[in-house]
């Protein structure tokens, strides 16, 4: 097998591939995007460990699954929003969205 | 041993390459389809490390549903949004690099490359799981045994976010 940093530093170079586009883009779709990515990081940095450490215990896996879970609902929520925020708003630049800047 | 590593370094290079050019792809579209290619890579490595049930999860899940639902989110807002040809054209890698990309790409890298020294001198080397790991059946029944109410709260959160999602979106045509 492969060493167990490999697959690590892959899933965190994921995460960090998915900070650079988030801080960078405005849009928010992209962000959506980006921050999926990072979930994608993070899961395999679980996977990683729960194959390594703990290969027979199903208990990783499943772990994973609720993340997978509630990235699934977070993106549907997410995607409403932005869809809600086009109708209302005419725009998906996050840096329009300063309704609320005092 | 090294046929192994060969396998994973393909897939990695193919994720890392198709999370690059989900950062710096000019159209949004393109950054969509990237990001296929990106969970794809991931699942393969799932794969790789004997995980079948979760990489047929991640196809299903990321590849199918969550992809599809951008790519529909990009195509209904694009045919309202007017200011969205004018964003497209000045988001090359140029621009991003240029305008205010240089302090976030020092920050994503930065913690890339601490989380991998980490890893590197954490001194997991040995893996412990040689042998094949569980099998499908023991998560199904694990899951409906020990975990029975997180999955059924896991449902709940689903169907709660289904309604938020109908409720949000489907606001105008209730007004009209």
Do not use: C
Request: aromatic share 10%; hydrophobic share 60%.
């Amino acid at each position: 097998m492969i060493p167990l940093y490999m697959p690590l530093s892959l899933g965190a170079f994921l995460f960090g591939l998915g900070l650079w586009g988030a801080l960078t883009r405005t849009n928010a779709v992209r962000i959506l995007m980006f921050i999926e990515l990072m979930l994608n990081g993070v899961n395999l940095n679980l996977v990683s460990f729960s194959r390594y450490l703990t290969p027979d215990d199903p208990r990783g896996p499943i772990f994973v699954l609720f993340v997978m879970t509630v990235a699934a609902a977070e993106a549907a929520v997410g995607l409403a929003i932005i869809l809600s925020l086009v109708r209302n708003r005419g725009t998906v630049e996050v840096d329009r969205v300063n309704l609320l800047k005092g | 041993m090294s046929t192994e590593l060969i396998i994973f370094s393909v897939l990695a290079v193919v994720v890392l390459a198709s999370a690059y050019k989900v950062v710096t792809a000019r159209l949004i579209t393109h950054a969509a389809l990237f990001l296929v290619l990106s969970f794809t890579g991931v699942a393969g490595i799932y794969l790789q490390m004997h995980q079948e049930f979760l990489a047929a999860i991640q196809v299903l899940v990321y590849v199918g549903a969550i992809t599809t639902m951008i790519l529909f989110a990009i195509m209904l807002s694009e045919i309202r949004d007017i200011k969205m040809e004018v964003e497209t054209r000045r988001t090359g890698l140029r621009y991003v690099v240029r305008r205010s990309a240089p302090f976030a790409f020092v920050v994503g890298a930065v913690f890339a490359a601490f989380m991998t020294y980490l890893f590197g001198v954490a001194g997991w080397d040995q893996p412990v799981g040689a042998a094949l790991p569980y099998q499908v059946q023991a998560v199904g029944k694990e899951l409906f045994t020990t975990f029975v109410v997180p999955f059924e709260v896991a449902s709940i959160l689903l169907l709660a976010a289904m309604i938020g999602a109908i409720v949000l979106t489907a606001r105008e045509e209730a007004d009209r």
